[in-house]
């Protein structure tokens, strides 16, 4: 079966609704989105890393080195203050969209 | 616009670049290290489970640029891809050498060409709102523009409403004494207001004021910056001071600017207000000035013509003797000056065009060969991930890099091309062209230039790019099916060869016709006899020559000294020597025939008794004159054949009688021969009807000498004005040359000849690089056949099979080339025609000609590779896999 797409620019969101409960590493990220979305959502790695740097770049995330509970370096990556205002910027439009979508879709 | 803090970010990770790559990297091996840890819980061998966690993350190196490319700035990539390009020039110097030298050659010449026709064509002309000043000119039956007469000129000055100022110049020239003797030095007579209708204010001093051109006003001059600096030591004291013109103390008002030039009298180094009415201007009739309107503000030039046109029919009614037929033309001043010099700056940019397209085409073929043998490294950066968008930027970076080096070059060679084409220019002819010193590189041809370097650019990059988009990274890779790769290549660079092969017969055919005209212009009918002809012109000082019989005496003195000099066959005088213009001229009526006061315009020269036959002019009916026609006061004429057959068609003229349009009794004159038409304008301009008149009857200050010698004519030249100045010092002397060095510097020579010399320029070098690309095309296409070639001959092929078979495609790719060029050629002929001379656009034998050179030239350039073909050893052939 072939997997639906994430919708065009709807990962950075994900991604910072990850962060918003708990400092993840990528590989954590990833696993979080699979799972809360009972595996319907992969994110490819391909473009995890690059949106993740788009993330830093924006200031929206900070990155720092720490230890897993396996005791294996790895970069976790917290939410910022910017980060949290943008998050609540792009859930609300995300709604207002999804909103418009159902009521397009209900009026058949 | 970004915020700051993102642009401080971006400039940080800048810093820290390799700190980013290797968390990157660290970060993405743990992601990798735990996905193979959950595959290995999820109960797969460990072996697998690293295969599999290695293919689902996908392509670490490409992924790694992409985040890579999140954080770094755009033209890092391109700085990557220039330092990429270095490398490959380097690798392969003999390449770039080649593509760059080309490439300067070919925006070089086009950007010095371009310069030139800047100066002569583009650029404003250097004057205040230059666009609302008129040529203001009467036109008449003969001619589309001519003089304007003084008193006509008060008239439309009085009587207009279109002009804010109407100004007047004509032409003069006095005598000024030097240290080294007496010089004749070209001058201008304006009226008072003519520099500031220009907007030309003096350097030093002041401008003519208002009323200053009036009759009996003081003697006053301007000087040129020219002749401020040559004759005057640029002195800054020379204001105020006085100079003896003609004998007479004129006073410097002031001295031009260094910029200012007017063409139409560019080589004036004096100008002074008309002043009093000379022997010309006392009538109405006599023409020898020309007007300069500004036009008011909200006039168009359409309205100031028909103001003009209604005023000069005004004239017509009131003066019905003089301006019977007299009507007005009013265009730009620009076109006057400008117009002439636009049919030939358009043909050489054309040419010089043609040449640069054909060198970037031949660059572009060297790009694909490159391009060719750069086939496994363009795969194999496919393969490792590059995009085919990345790949061709490489290309388009590699051809900016040469566009740029190119032009850079190319800035050296075109200021060698614009000093080296200056100095080319006789100074005879610069000085008429003021605008050579114009000529430059200004803001308009670094404009140019890089327009055509990115124009060359785009072909560069483009070229390697549709090639390669063809390309199969696999089959590149495997470096198998050849023929495949083969076909593309040899479409693609036939393709270009053909475009080459046509440019290069469209200015092979552009300089041939242009030879064929400048001989057939050269070699025009003259009606005289241009060999061992030496020409020198007089002037006498009007103060001590002022009486009619001082002058006739020194006519004759000047005539008797000449004729007794060594080597000198005979001497004749003349008011104007031949291929001049068709001007001087006067309006005749032919007594006894029907007459409405139409203005028959004929050439009028003055002549002595043996100036016809020392031009060896060929008498057809009557006699010529003799001393005593020139002596009497009877008044005699010669006509030529052409007013013979104008105005006595089927009679015999011989004592008819002509006068002017009164019948004034002593403007008859009783015709006494007919001569053969001499050719009395320039060498491609129409015969007109000419009367010849007893010189000595009307003598002047000024008088031509013709000079037949036995020997070398170009010796003569320095005793004619040793002999000239033995007579009396104070005599002035200019314009020796001979006959034929009159005229190659003819303006219709000079521009023929510099058309011609350029053009064949231009071809030449096309020719070299057709016939280069050419030969590259078939030797590469032979190396990549070297196989097929050997199996052919091993199949027991003939050589003259092979030989065939090569020159077959060489022949082909030049008929094409070839056939499409002379199509081109025959329309740009045709577009370009006005330079053209006694020969058609479809010139049979130029065309099969130019045909003939291509086809021999390219199936010389083919031969070698063909050879090399046919001496292929089938056995050593076939191993070379």
Not at chain 2, 9 to 24: E, H, W
Not at chain 2, 273 to 281: G, I, S, W
Not at chain 2, 594 to 612: A, I, K, M, Q, W
Not at chain 2, 705 to 729: M, Q, S, W, Y
Request: charged share 20%.
């Amino acid at each position: 079966m072939k997997r639906p797409e994430l919708l065009p620019g709807t990962l950075d969101m994900l991604i910072l609704k990850t962060l918003n409960r708990a400092p993840l590493h990528g590989y954590g990220i990833a696993l979080a989105i699979k799972r809360l979305s009972d595996d319907v959502l992969t994110v490819e790695e391909g473009s995890l890393y690059p949106a993740l740097q788009r993330l830093l770049l924006q200031g929206w995330v900070k990155a720092e080195w720490k230890m897993t509970e396996t005791n294996r370096r790895a970069r976790f990556y917290t939410l910022t203050a910017a980060g949290r205002k943008q998050l609540g910027l792009e859930v609300t439009q995300f709604e207002q969209m999804i909103a418009a979508i159902g009521r397009v879709l209900s009026e058949a | 616009m970004k915020p700051l803090g993102y642009v401080a970010r971006k400039f940080g990770m800048l810093l820290s670049r390799n700190r980013f790559r290797s968390d990157l990297d660290e970060e993405m091996s743990f992601h990798q290290a735990q996905v193979e840890k959950e595959l290995i819980d999820k109960g797969m061998s460990p072996a697998r489970a690293h295969t599999e966690a290695a293919r689902q993350f996908g392509n670490a190196a490409h992924l790694r640029e992409e985040s890579h490319g999140m954080i770094a700035f755009r033209w890092e990539t391109v700085i990557q891809d220039l330092r990429f390009s270095f490398r490959q020039f380097r690798q392969n110097p003999g390449f770039a050498l080649t593509a760059v030298f080309i490439l300067a050659v070919g925006m070089g010449v086009s950007v010095a060409i371009f310069a030139f026709a800047d100066a002569a064509v583009l650029q404003p002309l250097p004057y205040l709102a230059p666009n609302r000043l008129m040529d203001v000119a009467e036109n008449g039956a003969m001619l589309q523009r001519s003089n304007l007469s003084r008193a006509d000129y008060e008239d439309w000055k009085r009587l207009n409403h279109s002009f804010s100022s109407l100004e007047a110049y004509g032409g003069s020239g006095f005598l000024l004494r030097t240290a080294s003797g007496t010089e004749p030095v070209p001058a201008a007579r304006v009226s008072d207001g003519f520099f500031r209708t220009l907007g030309v204010r003096p350097m030093l001093g002041r401008d003519f004021l208002p009323g200053e051109d009036h009759s009996g006003g003081a003697k006053l001059v301007m000087l040129t910056y020219g002749s401020w600096m040559k004759r005057f030591g640029s002195r800054n004291d020379m204001v105020g001071q006085s100079i003896t013109l003609d004998g007479t103390a004129y006073t410097v008002v002031g001295v031009l600017p260094r910029e200012f030039e007017f063409a139409p009298r560019a080589n004036a180094e004096f100008f002074v207000p008309l002043l009093d009415k000379n022997q010309c201007e006392q009538r109405r009739s006599c023409h020898n000035l020309f007007g300069i309107g500004r036009l008011r503000d909200g006039v168009t030039s359409k309205a100031a013509l028909d103001e003009m046109k209604a005023i000069a029919a005004q004239l017509e009614i009131q003066y019905p003797d003089s301006n019977k037929g007299q009507g007005a033309v009013v265009q730009p001043l620009a076109e006057i000056i400008v117009g002439p010099m636009k049919p030939i700056m358009l043909t050489l940019l054309a040419a010089s065009g043609l040449l640069l397209l054909i060198a970037s085409v031949n660059v572009a073929s060297l790009l694909l060969v490159r391009s060719e043998s750069r086939r496994r490294e363009i795969a194999v950066r496919g393969a490792l991930g590059a995009t085919p968008a990345r790949i061709s930027r490489q290309f388009v970076t590699e051809a900016f890099l040469l566009g740029m080096l190119g032009c850079s070059a190319a800035m050296v060679v075109a200021n060698g091309t614009m000093k080296g084409l200056t100095t080319l220019i006789p100074k005879t002819m610069a000085q008429f062209l003021p605008f050579l010193q114009r000529v430059g590189l200004h803001w308009h041809e670094a404009v140019y230039s890089i327009c055509i370097a990115l124009l060359a650019t785009g072909l560069l990059a483009a070229t390697p790019i549709l090639r390669l988009s063809f390309l199969d990274v696999r089959d590149a890779l495997s470096d198998g099916n050849r023929s495949v790769a083969g076909r593309f290549w040899r479409r693609m660079g036939a393709n270009l060869v053909v475009v080459e092969l046509s440019i290069a017969v469209i200015l092979l055919v552009g300089a041939g016709l242009l030879t064929k005209s400048f001989y057939r212009l050269l070699n025009v009918d003259l009606g005289f006899d241009g060999t061992h002809l030496a020409t020198v012109q007089v002037v006498a000082p009007p103060a001590a020559y002022s009486k009619p019989a001082q002058q006739v005496a020194l006519f004759r003195e000047v005539n008797r000294r000449i004729s007794s000099l060594p080597g000198v066959e005979s001497v004749g005088l003349t008011s104007d020597l031949p291929i001049q213009c068709n001007c001087n001229t006067d309006w005749i009526r032919i007594v006894g025939k029907p007459f409405h006061g139409e203005h028959n315009e004929v050439n009028e020269r003055d002549v002595s008794p043996s100036y016809l036959p020392t031009l060896k002019a060929q008498l057809m009916r009557g006699r010529l004159f003799t001393e005593d026609d020139n002596s009497s006061e009877s008044g005699k004429i010669i006509i030529n054949q052409k007013l013979a057959e104008k105005y006595f068609p089927g009679e015999d003229p011989i004592g008819k009688m002509i006068a002017n349009g009164s019948l004034d009794p002593k403007s008859m004159r009783e015709v006494i021969g007919v001569v053969g038409n001499v050719r009395e304008a320039g060498l491609d301009d129409e015969m007109w009807p000419t009367e010849y008149e007893a010189l000595y009857q009307s003598p002047g200050n000024q008088v031509a000498v013709a000079v037949r010698t036995r020997g070398d004519e170009k010796a003569i030249l320095p005793l004619l004005i040793k002999a000239v100045h033995e007579i009396d010092p104070a005599l002035g002397t200019y314009g020796e040359l001979t006959m034929e060095e009159q005229m190659n510097t003819t303006a219709s020579a000079l521009i023929h000849h510099t058309a011609m010399w350029l053009v064949d320029w231009f071809a030449a070098i096309a020719l070299v690089l057709a016939v280069v690309g050419l030969y590259g095309v078939v030797a590469y296409s032979v190396g990549q056949r070297t196989r097929e070639i050997g199996v052919r001959m091993a199949l027991g092929a003939q050589r003259i099979s092979v030989y065939s078979m090569v020159m077959r495609q060489a022949g082909w790719l030049t008929a094409a080339g070839v056939g499409i060029g002379v199509a081109s050629a025959i329309g740009a002929a045709m577009l370009g025609s006005k330079l053209l001379f006694g020969v058609a656009a479809w010139d049979i034998p130029t065309l099969a000609t130019v045909a003939v050179v291509l086809a021999t030239a390219s199936l010389a350039a083919s031969f070698l590779p063909a050879h090399r073909a046919a001496s292929v050893n089938p056995i050593e052939a076939l191993r070379t896999e």
